[in-house]
């Protein structure tokens, strides 16, 4: 299966550590983000990568090359104007074939992507009309990030926008992994500028094509924060030196 990798964003909220890099290239023990992702899914057999890129990309192009040394292929869709999380998968679409995984390039779930791509097949054949499973997990305070509900048979019936009003209140979360089917890049107009999360997974609700959630409890942080930023080394030098996991109680500490 092939994996996406959404990696054009500009970084303003970790512009105080990423300086001119772009934010997916951000140091996190002696190599870039990008590069912690690109391990776990080769670690999962996932061989092919497409990383959709836009803002600083000649950055990311002359450090991960065509991926030989990394032991995957790794090809890019180049953005000459930034076009959003869906605007991006929409100008990737030249290199879709067949289903295939989503990562937002600012987070990291860890998480087994092979049991994902097998819930999101069992779906399929339950349900003909299923068009994506979203990775999903319970974080402390939900309203940090928008919160997701599901039905009794795990299909999706709501998204919920962040807020920071309400209070703090444990719930569900898009934790910015995906398995999806082609058809569903039919519903992005072509260079424009549209949201995956905002525009193109809500409309899916209550229409004849689903969207399913994949519940899982490992270790879940948002990068795009200077607090996520540390958190995630943090967890990558003490997985390295064998000291344990961090859980997502420690989102709680989180700003966005």
């Not at 996190?28 to 776990?40: R, Y």
């Not at 990568?49 to 032991?71: K, Q, R, T």
């Not at 292929?73 to 959003?84: A, C, F, K, Q, V």
Request: charge should be negative; include cysteine; glycine fraction near 12%.
């Amino acid at each position: 299966m092939q994996a996406f990798i959404l990696a054009g964003g500009l970084g303003t909220r970790l512009r105080s550590i990423i300086n001119d890099q772009p934010k997916p290239m951000a140091d996190i023990e002696n190599k870039p983000f990008l590069a912690h992702q690109i391990e776990q899914l080769k670690a999962q057999g996932i061989m092919q990568v497409i990383i959709c890129v836009g803002y600083l990309h000649d950055h990311v192009l002359s450090y991960f090359g065509n991926g030989e040394a990394w032991g995957v292929r790794i090809d890019y869709s180049i953005e000459t104007s930034p076009l959003g999380t869906g605007g991006a998968l929409k100008h990737a679409q030249e290199f879709v074939d067949g289903s295939f995984l989503v990562l937002n390039g600012d987070s990291f779930f860890d998480i087994d992507l092979q049991e994902l791509v097998r819930f999101h097949e069992a779906r399929k054949k339950e349900d003909k009309g299923c068009v994506g499973t979203l990775a999903l997990t319970t974080v402390p305070d939900a309203g940090r990030y928008g919160s997701v509900l599901l039905n009794g048979k795990g299909r999706i019936v709501n998204f919920t926008e962040k807020s920071t009003t309400n209070g703090a209140a444990a719930g569900l979360i898009n934790a910015g992994v995906y398995v999806l089917e082609p058809k569903i890049l039919e519903t992005i107009p072509t260079e424009q500028k549209v949201s995956i999360e905002r525009t193109v997974f809500p409309s899916f609700l209550g229409n004849d094509a689903r969207l399913y959630g994949y519940e899982g409890d490992e270790f879940f942080v948002d990068i795009g924060t200077p607090e996520g930023y540390y958190l995630f080394r943090e967890y990558v030098k003490a997985r390295d030196e064998g000291e344990g996991n961090y859980d997502n109680s420690k989102q709680s500490t989180f700003t966005h």
